[in-house]
């Protein structure tokens, strides 16, 4: 008898800890969900930043905000050069991405070139 209560018990163990290790899963999803709310929350108050130092405002972000402005800057070098291996260019009005040999702009229709 001793043998199947031992069984018993070890059953009741296994069930325990799969129990214990699907809440520790619940909770470690839960944990997730709001260490991303804050990880968005941190993104808005960045770009909120950002936003006041692009008018001219000071809160003492200067530096990263400059850092900003230059990744900026790279990425927009980036994306001209992959307009010129494209064969085309940005309309000035709404920057939609048009053909060298367009002379209206399909989206907003100023004239180019």
Known sequence: ????????????????????MVE???LNSAISQEKEKIRKIYYEIGTAVYEQFKA???LGMEEKCSQIAEHEQ???ELQEKILEIKNTGKCP????????????CPQCGAKLN
């Open 1 to 20: 008898m001793a043998f199947m209560d031992d069984l018993k018990k070890f059953g009741k163990n296994i069930s325990q800890k799969t129990s214990d």
């Open 24 to 26: 520790i899963t619940k």
């Open 56 to 58: 001219g405002n000071n």
């Open 74 to 76: 790279k990425i927009e």
């Open 93 to 104: 009005s709404c920057g939609t991405e048009v053909s060298e040999d367009t002379a209206f």
